[in-house]
Nanobody
Framework: QVQLVESGGGLVQAGGSLRLSCTDSGLAFDEYAMGWFRQAPGKEREGVSCIRASGGRTYQIDSVKGRFTISRDNAKNTLYLQMNSLKPEDTAMYYC????????????????????WGQGTQVTVSS
């Protein structure tokens, strides 16, 4: 059974950086795309970034392009999100999720293709 555990969240000033990690206890980590999502209070969940199973192709939403980088280490069953130049509007609970497919589908930001989710890690950016 897949169990996803996020870590690395915290409180940071605007302009700062954080690196989120997500460890997958499942046996087939390298067979599925992985994604990062976030949800701010009072807002709907939004997809932040997606990476295919091999790690060779990544996708990000426009608001984080050039600031956030998704990566994975399949040997360690770990997914990362490097977040630089953080802004107060990045404040949210961040979740990692495992997709049901090898690739990031066109609909990846909606999250429907992701079957396993972590409990989340809070990121708070102060102005």
């Amino acid at each position: 059974q897949v169990q996803l555990v996020e870590s690395g969240g915290g409180l940071v000033q605007a302009g700062g950086s954080l690196r989120l990690s997500c460890t997958d206890s499942g046996l087939a980590f390298d067979e599925y795309a992985m994604g990062w999502f976030r949800q701010a209070p009072g807002k709907e969940r939004e997809g932040v970034s997606c990476i295919r199973a091999s790690g060779g192709r990544t996708y990000q939403i426009d608001s984080v392009k050039g600031r956030f980088t998704i990566s994975r280490d399949n040997a360690k069953n770990t997914l990362y999100l490097q977040m630089n130049s953080l802004k107060p509007e990045d404040t949210a609970m961040y979740y990692c999720a495992s997709a049901r497919s090898y690739y990031c589908l066109n609909s990846w930001p909606l999250g429907a293709d992701f079957g396993y989710w972590g409990q989340g890690t809070q990121v708070t950016v102060s102005s």
